[in-house]
């Protein structure tokens, strides 16, 4: 959406919580947190089966103005976000590739590839990068 701040592949630290996010997030102010980039809806099907990754109505952190992207000072992550809490001794330059690491490894299992297997990888940027 035209206006929308980018930026999918983040990491920070908490410096604000709205009622009762930290209940629903699991995270304390000064915890370094990141989210995977869909934003689920939590009531579609593939949703209440798990599968939010192809939820239909989601929303992905930098593509739509209701979860803007990381490359502003501040964010905030909406009630549905899938936020994760990361051990303070990771730097939070290498915790940003934890969402594209993840979604690599998601790729894979879900491709049920196995050592033996001949496959293409097309492009070597981090998702890429994961798979190899």
């Not at 947190?33 to 089966?49: G, H, M, R």
Request: charged share 15%.
């Amino acid at each position: 959406e035209v206006g929308t701040i980018p930026g999918h592949e983040f990491s920070g630290r908490v410096v604000a919580l709205g009622d009762q996010a930290g209940e629903i997030h699991q995270v304390d102010v000064g915890d370094l947190v990141v989210s995977e980039q869909i934003v689920p809806c939590q009531s579609c099907e593939y949703c209440k089966t798990g599968n939010y990754q192809v939820c239909d109505p989601h929303h992905v952190y930098g593509f739509h103005k209701v979860t803007n992207g990381a490359m502003a000072e501040y964010m905030i992550y909406p009630k549905n976000a899938l936020v994760h809490k990361v051990p303070s001794e990771v730097d939070p330059f290498h915790a940003a590739f934890v969402e594209p690491l993840a979604c690599s490894l998601h790729c894979v299992e879900l491709g049920n590839i196995q050592w033996n297997d001949v496959v293409v990888v097309s492009g070597c940027g981090p998702l890429g990068l994961g798979m190899v």
